[in-house]
């Protein structure tokens, strides 16, 4: 009779029910997996907020959290549970906490990647501390905030140095806007960051070893905002968005991230891509969501399974030695660098290991998504997120994108 574990995946929530069910869900649907003569069995907890003595056991081999970014009690926790109990963490607090938006800007610009051209300027009002009038006086020098944003010109961005979920961003078209902007900030520590006209607005949601790149419309409410539309980078900048959020989560240690980046013919600029808790509503990622949870639950059982192990070490000298080597091209160091990234997310051991181990567990998500189950789900998600007139409108939206999805995996799959 061969071994067998139970390993555990813990979810750390905060209001969210949808993708959680699907998660549940799909994971049900995995079964034993037999590998070297070991079977393994998979099951999953929510995750509750108590008072906890450092060395209390974790029951859990595996979290995904989406509540310690904001959260400091929890967060706090997952620290303890990944040093001491060596528990897998999606995402790893210890980056997040440290490389806000400022750090990762700079990380990416060191390794000549296109950020635009970004300049950090002092808070507008002090800050609550006695030392504050003492210090500005002798030490803050005076700058001209119409000067620095003429230099990188307009339109462009003020978003705070350490942002996240669109908070505190403002596009600044003129003078006027650059000022209100500024007084409103308050006491948050806010970027300058110029623009660039761009053809397309992408948005990439990484999972461990995969990446879903779509095309992203901001300006849409939230529910219109991810087009369906499979073909609309080049083949070229296609490639370049793939390897940018791959490059970024294995740079961070992340790997549940999104990366939004502006795109211009070949070229790629990536704007933002320090998200702790990216977004994977059914109501926002509709057609994408059975995508996103099947990734969830597949890189979670390989990385189970296989024994992964989280870094604290980023060993980021490997990256920098790319990025000085004078003999490589921007391309050349951009496959340098995802060479490292698919090392680090053992990229082909993933998807070689989904085909060995988990053969038919497609067709289950595709047979789940067509079901009654999938069904009641979207319904309690669109009642409640909608208001009552308009949740008929906005099922019949959600089902129709998500059954496209259907249509088209199921073509696909007869196709390979």
Same mark, same amino acid.
């Given at each position: ?197 761009? +053809? ?207 249509? +088209? ?8």
């Amino acid at each position: 009779m061969a071994d067998r574990s139970r390993h555990l995946i813990g979810l750390l929530l905060g209001a969210e029910e949808d993708w959680p069910q699907a998660f549940e869900a799909l994971l049900q649907r995995v079964g034993p997996v037999s590998l070297d003569g070991h079977e393994h069995e998979f099951g999953s907890r929510r995750l509750t907020i108590e008072p906890f003595d450092l060395n209390d056991p974790v029951r859990v081999g595996l979290v995904i959290d989406r509540l310690a970014y904001w959260y400091y009690h929890p967060r706090e926790w997952l620290k303890k549970a990944a040093l001491m109990n060596g528990t897998y963490l999606l995402n790893s607090p210890f980056t997040f906490q440290s490389m806000e938006k400022h750090s990762a800007y700079c990380a990416m610009l060191r390794l000549g990647l296109k950020i635009p051209r970004t300049v950090l300027v002092p808070y507008k009002n002090p800050l609550d501390n006695v030392r504050w009038a003492y210090t500005s006086a002798k030490y803050n020098k005076s700058f001209d905030l119409d000067a620095i944003a003429a230099d990188l010109g307009y339109p462009l961005y003020m978003k705070p140095f350490d942002g996240g979920g669109w908070r505190g961003v403002s596009r600044i078209n003129n003078q006027d806007d650059l000022h209100t902007a500024y007084d409103e900030s308050g006491e948050m520590l806010m970027h300058l960051q110029a623009t660039v006209e761009y +053809d397309k607005f992408a948005r990439a949601l990484s999972i461990g070893a995969e990446t879903m790149v779509m095309d992203f419309r901001p300006d849409e409410p939230m529910h219109n905002r991810y087009a369906v539309s499979h073909d609309f980078l080049n083949p070229s900048a296609g490639h370049q968005a793939v390897a940018i959020s791959r490059i970024v989560n294995a740079f961070f240690g992340w790997e549940f991230n999104s990366c939004e980046m502006l795109v211009k013919g070949d070229d790629v600029y990536p704007i933002d891509y320090a998200n702790a808790c990216p977004d994977v509503a059914v109501t926002s990622l509709h057609y994408y969501f059975p995508w996103a949870i099947s990734a969830l639950v597949k890189w979670s059982v390989f990385s189970l399974a296989t024994g992964r192990r989280s870094k604290v070490d980023l060993h980021t000298e490997r990256y920098f030695a790319i990025a000085d080597d004078e003999s490589l091209d921007y391309d050349a160091k951009l496959d340098g660098y995802l060479a490292l990234a698919d090392e680090h997310f053992e990229t082909a051991k993933y998807h070689e290991w989904c085909a060995e181990h988990l053969p038919d567990f497609d067709a289950r998500v595709r047979e789940w998504v067509a079901g009654a189950d999938f069904d009641r789900l979207l319904r309690e998600t669109v009642a409640g997120t909608y208001p009552a007139h308009e949740q008929e409108e906005f099922l019949t939206h959600f089902k129709g994108l998500t059954n496209l999805w259907l249509s +088209d995996q199921t073509s696909w799959s007869r196709e390979t």
